[in-house]
């Protein structure tokens, strides 16, 4: 019986170390995105000051430990099995949540899932108790530390609110002050800001991070708390002077130093604030084994009244903990893609939107949109026009948009202050305050603030914060509801149950890693579209060769893979040719999409650039609108249940498909190579192509008139080989147009 609980605590270690890369993955959101949609400094120079942060802060965690033992639940109510259990669900539960979330991007938060998966697992195994002992539900109260859930529940929730407001609310003000165009601002205006903001940051770091491992003299600490105004007031002063020695003097500019800071403190918060989401239980779960071990009682009589004791932290543990952290932070792909989704969100300026708009986010923007115009009509006309002045964007240097911030650092060092300041208050009240909502809610509070979410893209954005939000309160039901029903399948199930939920576990992490990685690899395959940035007909004729070759890349692919599935007559290979058509088609409306910016962009003397640009589109729309037809009627042909092709129509479309693929080959290779003098040879290919495709449909006609029977399946080959006809006039006259730019510059 004892090798159960041993192979649990093993279980645990390891679940405790894959919750710790889960964790990361979707937590790195907190403290990197606004360094890395400011480009305040360099991709490096970010993880380095990160990874330094989440070193200092996984030494002062220690407090938040408390939570994991006895915050949720009372723990005297319960013997040593029943806690081992809970722990068991609460980690299994952890891992698989937030491994799911990761893998679609969606930043949620690691605070709400463990309270409430503590929570879950602990009201079930209390009613089992008071079910076997014929009690009272109403008795729950005894085993459920309810005042303290509740606050923390309360306050993870009021966290949402006071975030976005405090970030909306500073970013307005510190914007109306600042202007777009800080960087021309007096010396001393940038002096007070950088004053401001160092010593809200360094407040955190010296006196709420640093405290709790022990580095600062305990005299100090107790007097800077006791003496709080004059702290920060010497404080104030000294980096006051600093801030205007840095910028007038040393030319410096004082709003990067504070980002590095400001990344610096907020990784070091999350760890202080989110190492007990990772390692608390396991760790808890640790010391319950030792009390119990040594004490020669059955697991099911010794009671866990210890774990409400205070227990001595393990300094060499939290480091082991950090060290994990730092390593993923640098190698997860899946953290870069849950940073995306938040910096996409906060963006000044247009980029492909991910989320599509909903009948909430379309009312909340035309509310908005009317509080706004009843403002504007109450505010005096100077006033107005000062606010508006002070909103005026100035233009990106970079040409380039791929170079280009997605925020200014005025606004990525407003959010790193206020998330700050807001976590150390949460942290130094001992409240498992989510990170991940306060950082996200003052990043968007800053964004609507900033007026980053325009006419054009207000819908998008507020329906993807509501997507985010929602999955908030999806992560804290699934939480509850699978960590209970886990625990309960482990009081039925006993040894066998918990060993195989542990190996389930195991399963889909990996599954999801093999999964994630060969999405990742197809991704390098399949490049994106590249939207125009050229200034020349030249510079547009490249980079056009660029998108032609994938486009025509993909184009064989899907022909190929949906001429594949139709001989197969597999629903699922269709399938996946329709998405990947539906992904292409995505890629080219958001090119049409970026024409007004390109146009803007074009210098005088290139004005025709953009009317063959405009007809390179417009190929490249009617190339897939085609495949869509093919795809999509091949779809449902097959998922209707219809006869299959027959065996003659099969071979024919294979004799076109490895023509045309041969035809496609050659023409991804010329633009690839840039090897223009090819393109003649392949528009000679023209009457080789259509005579094949014409042939093919002489012989069907053929068939229908003496051996066919199946007016649908006789419907679906003709659909097929007169769209392969139209797609293979696309394509030549899509290279007859390229041909005569070409020679033409």
Do not use: C
């Amino acid at each position: 019986m004892d090798n159960i609980y041993i192979f649990m605590i093993a279980a645990l270690a390891i679940l405790a170390i894959a919750d710790l890369v889960v964790g990361v993955s979707n937590d790195a959101v907190n403290f990197l995105n606004s360094a890395i949609g400011s480009k305040a400094v360099t991709f490096r120079t970010v993880m380095i000051v990160a990874s330094v942060g989440i070193a200092f802060g996984a030494l002062s965690s220690s407090g938040m430990m408390e939570v994991a033992r006895k915050g949720i639940f009372d723990p005297s109510q319960f013997y040593f099995n029943e806690i081992m259990i809970i722990f068991m669900a609460v980690m299994i539960t952890d891992i698989i949540l937030l491994d799911i979330f990761n893998s679609l991007g969606m930043p949620t938060s690691t605070t709400v899932s463990i309270v409430f998966e503590l929570l879950g697992a602990a009201v079930v195994m209390s009613i089992i108790k008071i079910s076997n002992n014929s009690d009272s539900l109403l008795q729950l109260g005894e085993y459920i530390n309810t005042d303290k859930a509740t606050e923390i529940i309360l306050g993870i929730l009021l966290s949402v609110f006071i975030a976005f407001s405090v970030g909306a609310i500073i970013q307005l003000i510190t914007r109306v002050l600042l202007t777009f165009d800080f960087q021309k601002k007096a010396s001393w205006i940038a002096a007070v800001f950088g004053g401001i903001a160092v010593s809200a940051i360094s407040y955190f770091i010296i006196i709420k991070g640093l405290k709790g491992a022990d580095i600062l003299p305990p005299a100090f600490s107790s007097w800077a708390n006791e003496n709080l105004l004059q702290f920060l007031g010497a404080n104030f002063i000294v980096w006051t002077i600093l801030s205007w020695v840095s910028h007038a003097v040393l030319k410096q500019n004082i709003y990067r130093l504070v980002i590095i800071l400001g990344t610096f403190a907020l990784a070091m918060a999350f760890a202080g604030n989110d190492l007990v989401n990772f390692i608390g239980v396991p760790m808890a779960a640790y010391n319950s084994f030792g009390a119990w071990s040594g004490s020669g009682i059955l697991p099911e009589a010794f009671s866990m009244e210890q774990l409400a004791e205070k227990v001595p932290t393990q300094p060499i543990l939290l480091l082991i903990a950090g060290l994990i952290m730092v390593l993923t932070l640098w190698f997860s792909k899946k953290a870069r893609r849950v940073v995306k989704t938040s910096v996409d969100l906060s963006r000044q300026d247009e980029v492909k939107e991910r989320f599509k708009p909903n009948w909430v986010s379309q009312n909340l923007v035309r509310l908005v949109i009317i509080a706004n115009t009843g403002v504007n009509k109450i505010l005096p006309a100077p006033i107005r026009n000062r606010i508006n002045k002070s909103f005026t964007p100035v233009l990106m240097t970079s040409t380039k948009a791929i170079d280009a911030p997605a925020f200014d650092m005025v606004r990525a060092a407003v959010n790193l202050v206020v998330a700050s300041v807001l976590i150390s208050i949460a942290t130094g009240l001992k409240l498992p305050l989510s990170t991940t909502y306060v950082t996200f809610m003052v990043a968007m509070g800053t964004s609507l603030a900033d007026r980053a979410w325009g006419a054009e893209s207000a819908v998008y954005r507020v329906a993807g914060v509501l997507n985010v939000i929602g999955g908030w309160f999806l992560t804290a039901f699934s939480a509850f509801t699978a960590a209970g029903i886990f625990a309960y399948l482990m009081y039925l199930g006993g040894n066998i149950a918990i060993i195989g939920l542990f190996i389930l576990a195991i399963a889909m992490l990996v599954r999801n890693y093999i999964a994630t990685k060969k999405s990742n690899k197809e991704a390098q395959i399949e490049e994106d579209l590249r939207k125009a940035e050229s200034h020349t007909i030249s510079g547009i004729i490249e980079e056009s060769a660029d998108n032609i070759a994938k486009t025509i890349l993909r184009t064989n692919k899907i022909y190929t893979g949906t001429l594949k599935g139709l001989a197969k007559n597999k629903v699922s290979s269709l399938k996946k040719s329709r998405g990947t058509v539906e992904k292409l088609n995505d890629e080219i409306d958001e090119l049409r999409n970026n024409i007004f910016y390109f146009i803007k962009n074009l210098e005088e003397t290139s004005v025709r650039g953009s009317n063959f640009y405009i007809e390179i589109l417009g190929y490249l729309e009617d190339i897939t609108q085609s495949l869509e037809y093919i795809a999509k009627s091949s779809y449902k042909h097959v998922n209707n249940n219809h006869k299959p092709l027959r065996f003659t129509q099969i071979k024919d479309l294979q004799e076109i498909d490895n023509k045309l693929s041969e035809f496609l080959q050659e023409t991804a290779t010329a633009f690839n190579d840039r090897n223009y003098m090819r393109i003649e040879a392949l528009l000679g290919k023209k009457d080789e192509l259509y005579g094949q495709v014409t042939d093919k449909i002489q012989k069907q006609v053929e068939r229908t008139r003496s051996e066919e029977s199946s007016p649908k399946n006789t419907t679906l080959y003709f659909g097929l080989l007169l769209e392969t006809k139209d797609l293979i006039e696309e394509i030549l006259n899509l290279l007859d147009l390229y041909n005569s730019e070409h020679k033409r510059s």
